[in-house]
């Protein structure tokens, strides 16, 4: 192609160069005609025709081009036009490069439109089917008297098929991974949206209150009852209620569950290697734990125990109780190399740091509140729980993974007591998951959750964050696991998205070749295969668009649909507002009656330094 066009080319650009200059030449005529114009109108004297003017130009006599206009006002004008003009071509220079590279990728969709799944092959997400298998997976719907369940019954909703596709939803036995970058829309077009049609208990888990904000108002206008574990005042939430994390300590299984919790939070990201002071650190915790969980204490007990680390009360607990083993094994670690013993105690209490805090301890210890929270009566209830913490050093996320744990354990045992499945579903909304929910058998447990009617929608900024958590096999064990997989705009990983590029698959792209010779001239259309999507083209996802990759179905591109394009965004927005209201009147009034306080301590020590000073 380049021979036979470089030869066309060089035959034929004189034409085109001619009619440019020409055009250029009377352009350049009629915008020094129209500053010389301005000019006289501006400081008088007059200007002749155009063609008369480029006349008297071309003979040298601007005297006769433009009398009486003075030669000042004729530069003045023409710099003033000079810097418009520039400034015009620098704009119409930048928004065709911007429309050229929209353009491109305009033209890069559609041709992958083409090659991902279609209407019919994503069938099996769509509103007609995927309530055909929600009479299968909740009696409930089975035997309503109603007919076809509402799609909200049915499962939930994922957004519309590109380009002006159907509706498509996930069925209620799909576990979900969902990778975006912040404010790529994982809270507006996922989250809420989720959680406002979810029929059963809901979990949802966050770092900022503007999830609770959205929906804790409608859920409570709905009849359901909406509980804040808020620790670190992110809602500045009133404490209605606490929970006590040994209650569901009732074997050294458990215990190490709970534990395996807090370790957490020292782990690196490599969770194939074992560590021995994170070992021997997540052996004592749960010792100590379960030692305070058989005779009834409190976590209070459990980090005073931690910070002695010759205490023998817990092992004759663990004795007392039955668990001689574990005594044994406490007892041994006590009476260790000094040097040794001393480092998995400082490890074990730089893991539960959070027990540190009087405002976190307030809500797992009896005292504050008179409700305590019945983790079973949630799983078979249709209430709402939101767990919220900061990701920071000392936060509150160990305790957010133990509650969503032991909810979740609590739920597959409720389903199997009721043949399997529960009905309705438990849905589980962990937003900021690497953060502050590092369940850390969460990939292993996707495994089964769907068929027991635990739906968990993870969230991820990346994929890398999520092996930053779970180790490579980890991630990759979550990442096999989930039914659903939806990834949004701001994927910056380059070993990531050309290995979701691989995934996607390649398609026939049609080359047209244009040949000339002395004969005559030809075209050709010849078929190549590339890529559907590289990884630039996954990289730059347009902002509330997603890929779906569905177990068994073709890849397929989404529009998502955010609760404000929906038909309850008036709502939703007025209760946000007014929650947030509430929150900042909650705010000022906790700062406000702390600090009267705070000006208190501040006098006393200005008074000492005042008498000492004067002493």
Known sequence: MSGPQGMT????????????????????????????????????????????????????????????????????????????????????????????????????????????????????????????????????????ASGRPRPEQAGWLLGSLLPGGPELRAGWEDVALAIMAPRAGKTAALAVPTILAAP?????????????????????????????????????????????????????????????HFVQEVRGGDQDRGDFWLLAAGDLLSSLLLAAAADGRTLVDVYRWLNDSSAPLPAELLEQHGHRAVAEGLRGRQAGAVETREG???????????????????????????ERLDVAAFAAGRDVLHLLSKDD??????????????????????AEARGGRLDP???????????????????????????????????????????????????????????????????DDAEFTEQVSRLVGEHDVDTE???????????????????????????????????LLATGLRPAALRLQPWFTGPDRRRIAQAQRAADEALTARAAARISATRPAEDAVGLTKAGLTKAGGSS
Not at 42 to 68: K, N, S, T
Not at 350 to 358: G, I, N, W
Not at 397 to 409: E, G, K, S, W
Request: aromatic residues 8%; positive net charge.
């Open 9 to 144: 080319t060089r035959t034929g650009w004189l034409p085109w160069a001619v009619l440019s200059l020409l055009w250029g030449l009377v352009g350049a005529v009629w915008l020094l005609w129209a500053v010389a114009r301005l000019a006289a109108l501006l400081g008088g004297g007059q200007v002749a025709a155009p063609v008369a003017m480029a006349r008297h130009l071309v003979h040298r006599e601007p005297e006769l081009a433009w009398p009486g206009v003075g030669t000042g006002w004729l530069v003045a004008v023409g710099l003033v036009v000079a810097t418009a003009a520039t400034a015009a071509c620098a704009a119409l220079v930048t928004f065709a490069r911007r429309w050229a590279a929209r353009r491109r990728r305009r033209v890069t969709w559609r041709l992958a439109l083409r090659s991902l799944a279609s209407p019919a092959e994503v069938a099996p997400l769509t509103p007609s089917q995927v309530a055909d298998r929600a009479r299968r997976l909740r009696p409930s719907l089975a035997t309503a």
């Open 200 to 260: 059963g208990p809901v979990i949802a888990t966050s770092n900022k209150a503007e999830l609770w904000t959205m929906t804790g108002e409608i859920m409570a206008a709905a009849g359901r009852r909406v509980r804040v574990f808020d620790p670190q005042s992110i809602a500045y939430a009133d404490q209605t209620w606490w929970w006590n994390p040994l209650v569901a300590v009732d074997s050294t299984e458990a215990a190490d569950r709970l534990a395996a």
């Open 344 to 370: 998995v105690y400082e490890t074990a209490r730089a893991a539960a740091q959070c027990l540190r805090s009087a405002s976190i301890l307030r809500w797992v210890t009896p005292g504050q509140a008179d």
């Open 393 to 414: 050093a000392g936060s509150a996320a160990p305790l957010v993974a133990a509650l969503t744990d032991q909810v979740l354990h609590a739920a597959v045992r409720q």
């Open 425 to 491: 579903p438990l849905l589980l909304v962990l937003d900021e998951a690497a953060n502050i929910c590092k369940i850390r058998d969460l990939p292993a447990l996707y495994s089964h959750l769907g068929s027991r009617g635990v739906i968990p929608l993870t969230i991820l900024q990346s994929y890398k964050q999520g092996t930053g958590v779970w180790g490579e096999r980890g991630m990759a064990a979550l990442w096999g696991a989930a039914t659903i997989k939806i990834l949004g705009s701001g994927l």
């Open 513 to 547: 070749t244009y040949s000339s010779s002395a004969q005559g001239s030809s075209w050709s259309v010849a078929a190549r295969r590339q890529r559907i999507l590289d990884a630039a083209d996954i990289r730059a996802i347009p902002k509330g668009w997603a890929l």
